[in-house]
């Protein structure tokens, strides 16, 4: 076996996405599983040696410690001037983001990000230009398509289940504590909107890829986007105003006539049965997809529910759908982009979720806050470099 090792500089894996599903169940998963073998068929694997990078010195230790690691640094140049790193990935707070790729790009590295790529649609086109004329290659994580519930859904989509698809309705959320009487499961940088805060920016940009990817393009976006909880509470346990916006409530108008709509909240309870689910509805069918499962219903197997207040109901809506099976190992979401990029970066293998892909996101999130600081409809142009 020969083993081809890539040097990534992993910036942002002292916070809970950047550990839990890039470092963790991402990096170190490959290296658990003997490396991502390339298909040559000569043995080669490709293994992946994080440089764990941040702010944090005693976290950074402790994290490398803990995964026998030898390699971290909080000197961010210093890292990006070694010629041995070979891809620098960035899951920094949003704010932070920009003048860290830029750096890397100038520095030769290629880029795996997550998103938003940048905090504005102008500074996001600009790293994706700069990345093309720098030659490099690049990647924004967009980790939802790759979900099994989204791939099971994708399969029917694939298949013609559904004949013409009239609409796509999403239910996204859960009730993040104020951090008072109970601590929030979310840092309180995502309620400020002068830190880079906010649930458009940050599931708006999801949003846009699942529809693109599975859909169609948006072509048009409304909005209404509110602050249901004004005042939170920090890590300390000091009281702060929530500037930024915790619901977003979105009607999108995709290319080929389908409508979606979609809700976002950290200020919902749970009646469903996954944290976000899709439900598509088409002339032959119908499904509803989470994270995980997803259930269909045929016209052939659609029941006739008759409108009848005065009678209770007899039967479970819920019980009339199938269960899609798996049919395949589904593995990490994250991970298998993961090794896509890799494979990319490597074997120069079509890669298209890059940086423009990325700016696609930022500009719906851009829009959707537009639209409802405006009460109107937009246009979302199609983008290009």
Same mark, same amino acid.
């Given at each position: 076996m020969t083993r081809k090792t890539v040097r990534i500089a992993m910036n942002g894996v002292t916070g809970r996405m950047g550990y839990r599903q890039?470092?963790?169940?991402?990096?170190?998963?490959?290296?658990?599983?003997?490396?991502?073998?390339?298909?040559?068929?000569?043995?080669?694997?490709?293994?992946?040696?994080?440089?764990?990078?941040? +702010?944090?010195?005693?976290?950074?230790?402790?994290?490398?410690?803990?995964?026998?690691?030898?390699?971290?640094?909080?000197?961010?140049?210093?890292?990006?001037?070694?010629?041995?790193?070979?891809?620098?990935?960035?899951?920094?707070?949003?704010?932070?983001?920009?003048?860290?790729i830029r750096k890397a790009i100038t520095a030769g590295k290629h880029i795996y990000t997550e998103k938003p790529s940048a905090t504005g649609l102008d500074a996001a086109l600009g790293l994706? +230009?700069?990345?093309?004329?720098?030659?490099?290659?690049?990647?924004?994580?967009?980790?939802?398509?790759?979900?099994?519930?989204?791939?099971?859904?994708?399969?029917?989509?694939?298949?013609?289940?559904?004949?013409?698809?009239?609409?796509?309705?999403?239910?996204?959320?859960?009730?993040?504590?104020?951090?008072?009487?109970?601590?929030?499961?979310?840092?309180?940088?995502?309620?400020?909107?002068?830190?880079?805060?906010?649930?458009v920016v940050d599931m708006f940009p999801h949003w846009e890829y699942v529809l693109h990817e599975l859909f169609g393009r948006v072509t048009t976006v409304q909005s209404h986007v509110t602050t249901h909880i004004p005042q939170r509470w920090d890590e300390q346990g000091k009281p702060y105003a929530a500037t930024a916006d915790d619901a977003a409530y979105g009607i999108f108008q995709l290319e080929g006539g389908a409508v979606a709509q979609i809700n976002s909240s950290w200020a919902v309870r749970v009646n469903r049965d996954e944290l976000v689910e899709f439900q598509v509805d088409g002339t032959h069918g119908s499904a509803v997809a989470g994270l995980r499962n997803c259930r269909m219903q045929h016209r052939g197997a659609t029941p006739k529910p008759v409108w009848n207040p005065d009678l209770p109901v007899t039967h479970s809506f819920r019980d009339q759908w199938q269960e899609v099976p798996d049919n395949a190992d589904f593995d990490n979401g994250f991970k298998t982009q993961w090794e896509l990029f890799l494979r990319h970066v490597v074997l120069d293998e079509p890669y298209a979720w890059d940086l423009l892909a990325g700016a696609r996101g930022v500009q719906l999130a851009e829009l959707g806050l537009k639209s409802s600081a405006e009460g109107r409809r937009y246009d979302v142009p199609e983008l290009s470099l």
């Open positions: 890039h470092l963790v169940r991402s990096i170190l998963a490959i290296r658990e599983q003997g490396g991502l073998d390339l298909g040559l068929g000569d043995g080669t694997v490709l293994w992946p040696e994080p440089v764990l990078v941040g +702010r944090r010195e005693h976290a950074l230790k402790e994290i490398a410690e803990h995964h026998g690691l030898t390699e971290w640094s909080t000197d961010l140049d210093a890292v990006l001037a070694d010629e041995t790193i070979d891809i620098y990935f960035d899951a920094q707070v949003t704010s932070a983001r920009e003048e860290a994706a +230009r700069l990345a093309r004329d720098a030659g490099i290659k690049h990647g924004v994580v967009q980790d939802k398509i790759f979900l099994p519930g989204l791939l099971k859904l994708k399969r029917l989509i694939d298949g013609g289940f559904f004949g013409e698809i009239l609409s796509i309705r999403g239910e996204f959320g859960y009730w993040v504590f104020e951090g008072d009487w109970q601590d929030a499961q979310r840092p309180s940088w995502n309620y400020r909107a002068e830190d880079g805060g906010g649930i």
